[in-house]
């Protein structure tokens, strides 16, 4: 039933994000969930990949989040660095599901081993730097979904294990660190300070020598010794590396802008999730990056058509007399009226500023998603125009 | 005699409106005459947005707003860079040297490689600020307000300690994690979880609490935000979740009423479900206080309306 209260004539006028046209599409390889924390990323990620899988698409979800539940809900006992696979959807259709969550630090040991002789790999694997960097920089995580999504392609590529990958990205600090952080940490390993560190008597920065030692001194007495001694073994161990680093940030970032991926922006219908996501769509659009539109999670609705000023007069008439539970739920139904005018006037205001961002809504539901019907469920009305 | 903390803590899951009990607590301590600092650390611009003023940046520390009680609340959003530049100036006397790292990638750099350091410069930041209520010093505040990073991070956060402990056994940036952590271990420091009556939040919350608990630092108050508050008893909220009541509304066509009583079930079997997350939040044995729902979303008002809740159910130094 629709009513005025309900968001129904925002919805005619934005456009509609169309999920299953997006996994239908055999082009679309890639879908990367973004948005602020606790917007419901994870629960979307796992829902699309859910309903791409039952679609006859083969599916691997990468989730960033230890979220336990999203493993149990899945019915995999333990989520961690290798794809599962999630056996109990529906395979009617061909399709098929697995399931991983990003290991920082096992991840970054891989490209290690990799990408270096067994005793470089050794010498930087044990290197007191390194493990501070590949357990806890901050910009470490979102590096190593990006390297962990360019692993994942080349195997779908190469195998063809899996035709669709989906990606939930790290709680990011801020809207932009998931974008900016692997430009940031190859910045910083291959940057002009960690070259003066290395050689300071070399190239055009040799006159600035007298200078640097002033600020190497500085630095020592805040870092002290021993971790800049840490920094410059690692550095030298690690500089055949940087190349192949680099390289593969920069593809996966062309393989991120290609018509073969895609973004969605979660958020849900309040203030300060909709201004992040107004910074993820407008950086995104700046970027050039394919951004199919916006799910919005956690959308009140209602369906009677009472306005919150009636519902409590009603149930003014009913105060002193035996329906103590319809005066409340007369009341109940006012603050849920009221909730949809606040979630539609703040989502009227985004789609004014950005009538383009295509959308779909997902209701509050009245339950957690806890289990696979749920993540069905989420994944129809993810579906559902109306 | 109510427990004095002069630095009050701030953490909560995303989602869980932690800047704004933030800003509601630091206006709840801006009683009569009294000057209260709010901190944000993660370059959101939360707090500017929130009261509306322009972004806070730089190291300043600007008024935001002046409560109907007669207090000041203050702003300040602390940038690790800048407090390297500053901590580099005030004990090496590098103010120069720091903006010729700074231009050469080495700040960044030096609060990249070691994030510990980049705690220890942000919380430092807070403890000079906090260290000023000795009246000797310019700008003393009564209190100080961090609304500080979500649950998952906090512990780590929190413990300086263990951020410098691979990274300087002696030295200054070792005596100044000393000192921070004598501050946040001291019985003038609390720490304060925000959350929501939903499974991930409170789990965020208990487990936050039992990461923190090691760490020696004083746990205040978990406020529960967004709270539905009932006149209903269990019994009548278990009937009415059932959706087996007729409800009969005069004035109301039956379709409606069938309408009303359905959406009615799903209200109360999220009420229902709410008290039991509640009866987890109170396991804790920690002091509890519940800030309302707003319908009309947030505002400078309802901040205010937030800070009035706040002091009537925090055992707080100005109240």
Redesign the interface.
């Known amino acids: 039933?629709i009513n005025e209260y309900d968001g129904s004539a925002l919805q005619s006028a934005v456009p509609f994000l169309d999920i299953d046209k997006i996994i239908g599409d055999r082009q679309t390889k890639i879908i990367i969930c973004c948005g602020?924390?606790?917007?419901g990323k994870t629960t979307t990620s796992a829902a699309v990949a859910v309903r791409a899988a039952e679609a006859g698409r083969k599916v691997v979800v990468l989730t960033i989040d230890p979220?336990r539940?999203l493993a149990q809900s899945l019915g995999v006992g333990e989520l961690d660095n290798t794809p599962r696979p999630v056996t109990m959807i529906d395979t009617a259709t061909g399709g098929s599901l697995d399931a991983m969550m990003l290991d920082m630090k096992g991840t970054f040991d891989d490209v290690v081993v990799a990408h270096s002789t067994p005793e470089k790999a050794a010498a930087i694997l044990q290197n007191?730097?390194y493990v501070?960097?590949s357990s806890?920089?901050?910009?470490t995580q979102e590096y190593m979904a990006m390297e962990k999504l360019g692993q994942l392609h080349s195997e779908a590529e190469a195998h063809g294990t899996w035709d669709l990958i989906v990606v939930d990205t790290p709680?990011a600090?801020?809207a932009l660190d998931f974008l900016d952080a692997p430009e940031?940490l190859s910045?910083?390993l291959d940057?002009?300070?960690?070259r003066?560190l290395l050689h300071p008597t070399r190239g055009p920065m040799r006159l600035m020598s007298a200078?640097f030692s002033?600020?190497s001194a500085?630095?020592t007495?805040?870092?002290?010794a021993q971790?800049l001694g840490d920094?410059q073994t690692f550095v030298r161990a690690f500089e055949a590396l940087f190349g192949g680093f680099r390289q593969r940030a920069t593809s996966t970032f062309e393989l991120l802008s290609s018509r073969h991926s895609t973004f969605l922006v979660v958020a849900?219908p309040?203030?300060?999730?909709l201004?992040e996501a107004a910074y993820f769509v407008d950086r995104l659009t700046e970027e050039g990056m394919p951004l199919s539109g916006m799910v919005l999670n956690r959308v009140h609705t209602?369906?009677?058509a009472?306005s919150p000023e009636r519902a409590l007069s009603?149930a003014e008439?009913?105060v002193g007399t035996s329906?103590?539970?319809?005066a409340?739920?007369?009341r109940?139904?006012a603050?849920?009226m009221?909730?949809i005018?606040?979630e539609t006037?703040?989502m009227e205001r985004f789609a004014a500023a950005r009538p383009a961002v295509a959308q779909t809504q997902v209701q509050s539901l009245?339950?957690?998603v806890t289990d696979l019907a749920a993540l069905r469920r989420v994944g129809a009305l993810l579906s559902d125009k109306d | 005699m109510s427990p004095r903390h002069t630095l009050h803590i701030v953490s909560g899951k995303g989602g869980t409106g932690k800047t704004t009990i933030a800003a509601g607590l630091a206006c709840a301590l801006a009683t009569s005459g009294r000057r209260v600092l709010l901190c944000e650390v993660e370059g959101r611009n939360g707090i500017s947005e929130l009261f509306g003023v322009p972004p806070l940046t730089g190291a300043g520390e600007r008024r935001i707003n002046r409560t109907s009680a007669g207090g000041m609340v203050y702003g300040l959003s602390v940038d690790a860079e800048d407090a390297l530049i500053e901590y580099l100036d005030t004990f090496y006397h590098l103010s120069i040297a720091g903006k010729a790292l700074d231009r050469f990638g080495a700040v960044d750099f030096a609060t990249s490689i070691a994030p510990g350091l980049r705690d220890v410069l942000l919380t430092g930041k807070v403890y000079e600020a906090v260290r000023r209520k000795i009246k000797s010093r310019p700008n003393p505040y009564d209190a100080v307000v961090l609304d500080a990073p979500p649950t998952g991070r906090i512990a780590r956060f929190l413990n300086v300690h263990a951020a410098v402990a691979g990274l300087a056994k002696v030295g200054p940036i070792r005596s100044q994690a000393d000192s921070i952590m004598r501050l946040l271990r001291s019985s003038t420091t609390a720490v304060h979880f925000v959350s929501l009556l939903e499974d991930m939040p409170v789990t965020e919350t208990e487990e936050a609490i039992a990461a923190l608990r090691p760490t020696q630092i004083r746990i205040g108050t978990v406020i529960e935000n967004m709270v539905t508050l009932t006149p209903l008893d269990h019994d009548q909220l278990q009937t009415a979740a059932a959706g087996s009541v007729a409800l009969q509304v005069p004035g109301l066509t039956i379709k409606q009423n069938q309408a009303l009583a359905s959406e009615f079930a799903i209200e109360a079997a999220r009420t229902l479900q709410e008290q039991q997350r509640h009866d987890r939040l109170t396991a804790l044995g920690l002091p509890l206080a519940q800030i309302t729902f707003d319908p009309g979303g947030i505002d400078e008002g309802a901040i205010l309306v937030i800070a009035e809740q706040l002091r009537d159910q925090m055992s707080l130094e100005a109240a």
Request: hydrophobic share 50%; aromatic share 4%.
């Open positions: 039933m602020s924390g606790g917007v979220a539940r007191q730097f501070a960097l806890e920089f901050s910009g709680p600090r801020s940031h910045a910083l940057g002009r300070f960690l003066l200078g002033m600020m500085a630095m007495k805040i870092l002290g971790i920094v849900t309040q203030h300060d999730a201004r209602s369906a009677l009472i009603l008439d009913l329906a103590v539970l319809e409340e739920a007369l109940r139904h603050a849920l009221r909730t005018e606040t006037r703040m009245p339950t957690d």
